[in-house]
């Protein structure tokens, strides 16, 4: 059953230099917009669900060419706000082989939603038309006044019974030196708040400061999920653990912990074209399943197929569809669509 699902982020226009050259080399750039909120509302709209992102954008052609993106890949405009003027971006460079892939950002702290004033958004009134609001971490690590508007919010959806979704989406760039001190007492008030969360071991041993007895990822995890879900009353806390081959190759395994067990989907290896998004198509996957009553297995192994998937497509945003995704799951690998 289609759900209106509703998403607090940034609008970002992606410039990535062609094929797998570095800036300083070329000569071209393509542009594109997104942004968590975007991917994650991207994906949950295939799939059957109206989406609806929640954001600021600057007046004039760029804020209209963000617009005319974000209905382009289905999401609705309705609740965007304009004023400011400037839209954050980023440059791509793609890795190859031993050299890792690059983002470079520039002109985000100036942006239209980075600079929205207090009270720029009618959360109360957007409150009421969400079955499901998603959070992201990285968002959270803007400024004071982003952080306050987004746990106004995700109070509100609170109070109006929807479901808050948190991804913790830890980038060290953006909170600095002395970083996870700094984001601690944002996480807190934020997983305090939500009803889903998307982390894994290591967000809650250097975020949160948790001490696990084992120096093993998969013990970890096993001890320190259950200790998060139980502290903060979560209903449900997903993840990944990803390993990063040598070949252009990864390897990942999606977790869900709900109603005290763990489920895990197989652990799938795949050559990876675009990495960019692809935790994004995980979180999308874990809303639907958990939006359409999947059991938790079903919706961990659909989450981590959608995972996969997305780094099979060029650009942030996630273009499976359900069937696609089912398909996977069916024939992995699969031969020639005819």
Known sequence: MSKQIAAFGE?????????????????????????????????????GHQGSLVTRLPEGPLGD??????????INSGYIERGGQYVGMY????????????????????????????GAYPFA???GK?????????????????????????????????LVVFDCNYRPSLWGEGGYELAKPHYEEMLQLADIVLMNEKDAMFILG???????????LQELIPAVASRYSLCTVAGTQRTVHGDNRHSLRGYIFKAGSFSFSDRLTFAVLDRVGAGDAFTSGIIHGELEGFDPQHTVSFAAAAGVLAHTVVGDTPMSSEQDIFRMLMNPGGDLQR
């Not at 959270?140 to 106004?152: C, F, I, T, W």
């Open 11 to 47: 609008v970002m226009m992606r410039l990535q230099v062609p094929g797998h050259e570095l800036l300083a080399q070329a000569g071209t750039l393509k542009y594109s917009f997104s942004g968590s909120g975007v991917n994650v509302l991207s994906a949950l709209t295939r799939y």
């Open 65 to 74: 060419a963000a617009i005319a993106g974000l209905r382009k890949l289905g």
């Open 91 to 118: 440059f791509l460079e793609d890795g190859f082989g031993a050299r890792p892939g690059r983002v470079t950002y520039t002109n985000r702290a100036e942006s239209s939603f980075n600079t929205a004033p207090q």
């Open 125 to 127: 009134e957007l409150a």
């Open 130 to 162: 969400a079955d499901a609001a998603h959070f992201c971490g990285i968002a959270l690590a803007m400024n004071d006044g982003v952080r306050a508007a987004m746990k106004s919010y995700a109070e509100a959806v609170k109070r109006r019974g929807g």
């Open 210 to 220: 948790m001490d696990a007895a084992s120096g093993e990822r998969e013990e970890q």
